[in-house]
DNA sequence: TATTGTTATACTCTATAACTATA
DNA sequence: TATAGTTATAGAGTATAACAATA
């Protein structure tokens, strides 16, 4: 207890850097948001799935697999999901009857407004205890790292990874 | 494109607000880290363990796997895991011969004295992009978001929950 | 022969619930 | 009867690879 070097060690333990920091907000910030889609009934991969498709309507699932980082068989099940529900549909394209290009129904519009809306209140429930000018430099500070570690803007990278099923 | 009222709703989905970032690059952090934790040979549940029994020796298993939020069942793999690479050990106690005291090895302290080495590493690596105030400014406003979150100092809500297996 | 989408299979990881031995 | 630790089992989720239709 009173060796100093032993003191020191535990002190680096008591005191969470920023990569710590960090990882546990984001993870908390990840559980929320993800129990906010729960509520509308969807999976973190089905909401980034259908703002991908709402960026770019008509893509076929293999370029969306490809996108997305995720093997195509993992698609078929996702696809399904979203398609049984109304919120996408499966057009054939003319020119390549193999292919099935991706498009939103009305619905999915809707839902995905509705995504937008908790996403927004997920942002202003984290960032309670902030002002405006706090965020904002709190903003600004993530996207220096964000962009120095070469990540691309908008592009989670647990996206690809297996999802905890909480 | 030219409608007004689509261009506000695509700024919102490109600019990403600090619960995006942070989970964005909270991922990301924990991905790197557990790479470096991987490169020890451990996986991240193994190393809040190790620091658990560091910071709490002769603790027994179930005591441990409530700390930690885990099955106890759990708990048995990982210790067997840790004790057949002699990092740990499970010893009787005195009074109760069902109970297992963990306990660090010697072995056990130098790969807890390279994980701390590694994080800082990790630590630096991460924050390559920000000087010294700006770091802290980060850590500072990251801290009030914990807080104010009611997360526990030093304590990952990820842990108790399924890992990716990469 | 190559490619799109699909289905089947086998594997990994997990929690639940028996089970053993002590208390 | 209850508890600490262990083992067995069954389920969920996944990637890999086989498959059918089309190019």
């Known amino acids: 207890m009173s060796d100093p070097k032993a003191a020191r060690e535990a002190e680096r333990l ?87 290009a991706l498009h939103l129904t009305p619905e999915g519009r809707r839902v995905l407004r509705k995504v937008m809306k908790a996403s927004a209140e997920h942002e202003a429930e984290l960032c309670a205890g902030l002002d405006p000018s706090e965020r904002e430099h709190l903003i600004a500070l993530l996207s220096r790292v964000a962009a120095e570690q070469g990540l691309a803007t908008g592009v989670h990278p647990g996206v690809a990874e297996k999802q905890p099923s909480r």
């Open 14 to 100: 008591r005191v969470p850097g920023a990569a710590f920091l960090v990882s546990q907000v984001g993870s908390h910030s990840s559980r929320l948001w993800r129990e906010r889609m729960a509520r509308l009934d969807l999976d973190s991969r089905e909401v980034v799935l259908l703002r991908h498709v709402a960026a770019a309507e008509g893509q076929s699932q293999q370029a969306l697999a490809e996108a997305l980082q995720i093997p195509a068989s993992r698609m078929v099940a996702l696809v399904d999901g979203l398609e049984r529900r109304g919120l996408v549909q499966r057009r054939p394209i003319r020119g390549d009857r193999r292919v099935r």
